[in-house]
């Protein structure tokens, strides 16, 4: 059975950080390329950054510079460094697991607030 358990979520002020993690199971993690999406209220899902198996990563504009993504495949783990946070920043944070011709794997979500 495929797991990925989102943690680090929670409220932090603007201009603070959070590190996310997403622990993998049931899956061969160094074989997927991981990534990282969110999704605000009224929006819709969008992709944040994106590590593959080959460590090659992909951010979005929003994020470039402020965010990093990495992966450690012996802990089966895939991280988000979120610095500079913005109240734009706010969203249900999931991570997903892709690989191709394999319908994607998603974790549950981890809620990032980012107020005053």
């Known amino acids: 059975q495929v797991q990925l358990v989102e943690s680090g979520g929670g409220l932090v002020q603007p201009g603070g950080s959070l590190r996310l993690s997403c622990a993998a199971s049931?899956?061969?993690?160094?074989?997927?390329?991981m990534g990282w999406y969110r999704q605000a209220p009224g929006k819709q899902r969008e992709l944040v950054a994106e590590?593959?198996?080959?460590?090659?990563?992909t951010y979005a504009d929003s994020v470039k510079g402020r965010f990093t993504v990495s992966r450690d495949n012996h802990k089966n783990t895939v991280y988000l460094q979120m610095n500079g946070l913005k109240p734009e920043d706010t969203a249900v944070y999931y991570c997903?697991?892709?690989?191709?011709?394999?319908?994607?794997?998603w974790g549950q979500g981890t809620q990032v607030t980012v107020s005053s």
């Open positions: 997903r697991a892709q690989r191709a011709f394999i319908t994607p794997y």
């Open positions: 049931g899956i061969t993690f160094s074989i997927y390329a």
């Open positions: 590590v593959d198996s080959g460590s090659r990563t």
